[in-house]
């Protein structure tokens, strides 16, 4: 990824490119506008703000039939080398067999994680209803027709149920109008939009922090923004009410912040909202320790 500074980024134009954060997260598409440069101020305020060093967007993928512990062709995975607590790179499953699993080499801030035949690796992956944590062995690098990894059968399976109410910091910029007001995306005609960002965000609701006064509690907006799913961009658009902001999470003079409680979402959007809360939470979930066995034997 390639770092950029707010003098990278054309105010009151279209994004030639999709915005990232640090970890890779979506922020802000290609193509969107950022307004003027207080707009641009609030983008970098939580911390950096990349683009893909590549410069392309993933393409439309089917997803084939599941395979071990429920996983799909295409999910994503969290991949590090058993017994290291750094970051996870991450990978997709890319096909199964009785006794194994094909992955894509794991990738960490675009670099291929340095892995070898007979390495331990720790992966998480979510299957719709629980992020799965197993190990693996690597029985083979393959480097033909494109680098990929052949693993041992899933061991030391734990699943971990996912709450349907589960909430996931976020950093996303979204677009805030009034419902109905689709002429002001942009700043294109009738009240301008203005950008706002997102966290904390659920499929209930989401915390809002802004450049303009915080709207009255009660009142209706429209948030529109897009999220990165499965590599795959897509637009959302949700309404929702204001509501004061919990105690702690409106300090920020220069940007105040509010809550927004969802209406009740359309199938598409809660789909979307799903799987994008999903995968923020395969970064914060782990395997459970387990004892070794002397440890076991001497108890």
């Not at 994004?15 to 641009?40: F, H, M, Y």
């Not at 950008?195 to 915390?207: I, K, V």
């Not at 209706?220 to 009410?241: H, K, P, Q, Y």
Request: with cysteine; net charge negative; hydrophobic share 40%.
């Amino acid at each position: 990824m390639i770092q950029l500074t707010p003098n990278d980024l054309p105010v009151g134009h279209p994004l030639p490119w999709s915005l990232l954060d640090g970890e890779g997260n979506l922020v802000l598409g290609s193509g969107n506008i950022i307004p003027d440069a207080r707009d641009l101020a609030l983008v970098f305020r939580h911390g950096t703000v990349c683009r893909d060093d590549a410069g392309g967007e993933a393409a439309d993928e089917p997803r084939p039939a599941t395979g071990p512990l429920g996983l799909q062709v295409g999910t994503l995975l969290h991949v590090k080398l058993d017994g290291e607590a750094a970051r996870p790179a991450a990978s997709r499953l890319i096909g199964f067999i009785e006794q194994g699993l094909f992955i894509t080499w794991p990738q960490l801030g675009g670099r291929d994680l340095p892995l070898q035949a007979g390495d331990g690796v720790v992966l998480r992956g979510f299957s719709g209803q629980a992020i799965h944590s197993f190990t693996s062995t690597i029985t083979a690098v393959c480097r033909s027709p494109f680098r990929y990894l052949v693993l041992s059968a899933p061991v030391q399976r734990h699943a971990t149920p996912v709450r349907k109410a589960a909430r996931v910091p976020t950093r996303l910029a979204a677009y805030l109008t009034e419902p109905g007001d689709e002429d002001g995306i942009g700043g294109s005609g009738g009240s301008a939009a203005r950008l706002a960002l997102l966290s904390d965000l659920s499929t209930g609701g989401a915390l809002v922090q802004t450049t303009t006064p915080a709207p009255a509690p009660g009142s209706r907006v429209r948030l529109r923004f897009n999220l990165r799913t499965a590599s795959l961009d897509s637009e959302v658009v949700i309404d929702g009410w204001v509501r004061v902001a919990p105690a702690g999470e409106a300090d920020d003079a220069d940007f105040p912040a509010f809550g927004v409680a969802f209406d009740v979402l359309a199938e598409r959007e809660l789909t979307l909202l799903q799987c994008y809360i999903y995968e923020q939470l395969l970064t914060s979930t782990r395997m459970p320790v387990q004892p070794a066995p002397a440890a076991v034997a001497a108890v």
